[in-house]
């Protein structure tokens, strides 16, 4: 069974911009078929590769997660077809001691909001966070993908 | 973009007995990620194949199909994810005259119902029916296998 164990973070936005310039940048451009978070299934375009994702729910922050690529053309079909706003961001991925961190700076409704994430292979595994990260964001709903289409930063208080 | 056009039919059951014999019998179990008309997302476990299957909106007997073989194992996974029950139904396949008529005697919440659907190039094709062709249903909501999760043919009045 695929399961994701995963962190995230907010990042300090003028301390981050002295990192960026090192990480990759990868734009992408995601919807959901459905937000229900005991099942959510995402369709990701991904510079120009598609993807089918299902995560089920939360636990703590571990959860089941399956990935399939499917073909760009069909991805792109799909995407009309998803519920609610399309997610946009840019993700910037930098290795930092054996650590591979994404950094989405999201855009559209969600602009100004920037999230890091990190993928673990155990749930207590010890980690040293960079000088950007500001606060852990794991467990608050508010900040799944599913739900910024739903409730966008931008309406936040 | 994958499109499917079908049509739905109710069966005779005593005449379908005399043909039931000549068909290829598949058992088939399937559960839905999202059960919205709009979006379904399938699970179909069918022999020892898995797939998942994203279906759109029907407009009138044509819908956006695109279907992914998964790891059977993967979508063993799944299964339990789904939302509210699993259809259990037996698919017998028969090919007559050019046509491929598929006809699924239902288990379980939906014991006594059989369904045959056959799958056409275009919408007006014209189509010779089989003598255990009862009605046709094809705009019939409630027949539907993501609404038959929902609202079994045990329930109907």
């Known amino acids: 069974m695929g399961i994701e164990i995963e962190r995230k973070y907010l990042v300090n936005p003028t301390l981050w911009?002295?990192?960026?310039?090192?990480a990759v940048a990868t734009p992408i451009r995601q919807g959901y078929l459905s937000l229900n978070p005991e099942r959510t299934v995402r369709i990701?375009?991904?510079?120009?590769?598609?993807y089918l994702t299902?995560?089920?729910?939360?636990?703590?922050?571990?959860?089941?997660?399956?990935?399939?690529p499917i073909p760009l053309e069909e991805g792109l079909?799909?995407?009309?077809?998803?519920?609610?706003a399309i997610i946009e961001k840019t993700r910037y991925t930098i290795a930092i001691e054996g650590l591979t961190w994404e950094i989405?700076?999201?855009?559209?409704?969600n602009l100004g909001l920037?999230?890091?994430?990190v993928e673990l292979q155990a749930e207590h595994e010890s980690i040293r966070l960079p000088v950007w990260i500001k606060q852990?964001?794991?467990?608050?709903?508010?900040?799944?993908n599913a739900n910024l289409v739903q409730c966008?930063?931008?309406?936040w208080k």
């Not at 079909?77 to 609610?84: A, I, S």
């Not at 852990?136 to 799944?144: A, G, I």
């Not at 966008?152 to 309406?155: E, I, V």
């Open 114 to 117: 920037i999230v890091a994430e």
């Open 136 to 144: 852990e964001v794991s467990l608050d709903p508010r900040y799944y």
């Open 17 to 22: 911009q002295l990192t960026k310039p090192l």
């Open 77 to 84: 079909d799909l995407l009309p077809l998803c519920e609610g």
């Open 44 to 50: 990701r375009i991904k510079n120009n590769n598609a």
């Open 152 to 155: 966008p930063f931008k309406n």
């Open 54 to 68: 299902i995560k089920g729910k939360n636990e703590g922050i571990k959860r089941i997660e399956f990935e399939y």
């Open 104 to 109: 989405d700076e999201f855009e559209g409704e």
